[in-house]
């Protein structure tokens, strides 16, 4: 049983508290993990990112998972742990990187069951209005400040919705991380979405589809697309912006239903999340 007490814990840390604790401008500095002092490689990291922390027990589901969804979505741009009281293992780094205007709710019942999976459970908030190249190295340096924190895990998984797909894609080349990183991509108009990217400065094939810098051999990509007529933010679009031929990727589509209804943009990142955690739905 979660302890309500866990409420009155201090939610938000600064970065400028964790630059205390970490001088990234020099290969000596140390941080500690799990008890033990361990050195941080020399990298530069945005000075203005927040780190922020929420417990599951600020996360209610059900009726209050719109009120949730404001809690998690209302964090400062960075990095938002999410916690649980169990000592639970802590050998991979998750990361939910969410999409364009998200009101968070899609996000509130995937997070709490990594964060009750997993002890390195972080969300990833972002300015949805940067354009993807730039949000993508933005990203790839993140996922390579937040290692340098936590040097002993093993993996790395990025799930990312809709738009927050693509960053991640676009992230995917730059990531320069020693172990295997895995992004699985739900409802993403990776193709692209000319509404949300006609002023970005982006490159397209012949067939007049994003083309995405090649991915290293230590980083494994997924995509999980959504039935396009059951997905609200494609299926009014005379193509499906899902589809793109990507190398070195594994493309599932989602079922049309979920527990009875309708599996649409929102909801799939629930069936991607529980189904990467073993947890079974049905049609």
């Not at 741009?77 to 999410?82: T, Y």
Request: a negative charge; charged letters at 15%.
């Amino acid at each position: 049983m979660i302890k309500h007490g866990f409420t009155n814990r201090l939610k938000t840390l600064s970065l400028t508290f964790l630059i205390a604790l970490v001088s990234l401008g020099c290969t000596h500095s140390q941080v500690e993990v799990n008890g033990k002092p361990q050195a941080v490689p020399k990298m530069s990291a945005p000075t203005e990112w927040q780190f922020s922390q929420l417990w599951i027990n600020d996360l209610p589901l059900g009726a209050s998972i719109k009120a949730s969804g404001e809690v998690l979505i209302s964090q400062p741009e960075g990095f938002v742990r999410i916690l649980d009281d169990h000592v639970l293992p802590m050998n991979q780094l998750m990361i939910g990187v969410h999409g364009y205007a998200s009101e968070g709710y899609e996000w509130v019942a995937p997070v709490v069951q990594l964060a009750h999976n997993n002890g390195l459970t972080y969300f990833y908030r972002w300015d949805w209005t940067n354009c993807p190249e730039e949000a993508g190295q933005r990203l790839a340096h993140g996922i390579e400040y937040l290692y340098s924190l936590y040097p002993e895990v093993e993996e790395i998984v990025l799930f990312a919705h809709s738009y927050g797909g693509v960053i991640a894609t676009m992230a995917a080349g730059s990531i320069q991380v020693p172990i295997s990183v895995v992004i699985h991509t739900i409802a993403s108009p990776l193709a692209g979405y000319k509404r949300l990217m006609d002023q970005c400065d982006l490159t397209y094939d012949d067939a007049g589809k994003l083309v995405y810098p090649p991915f290293a051999d230590h980083i494994y990509h997924f995509q999980w697309l959504t039935q396009k007529d059951q997905d609200g933010a494609f299926r009014m679009l005379a193509t499906d912006p899902q589809v793109i031929d990507l190398p070195k990727s594994n493309v599932t589509r989602l079922p049309v239903s979920m527990d009875g209804h309708r599996l649409g943009h929102n909801w799939s990142v629930t069936w991607v999340v529980d189904t990467y955690l073993g947890i079974p739905h049905a049609p």
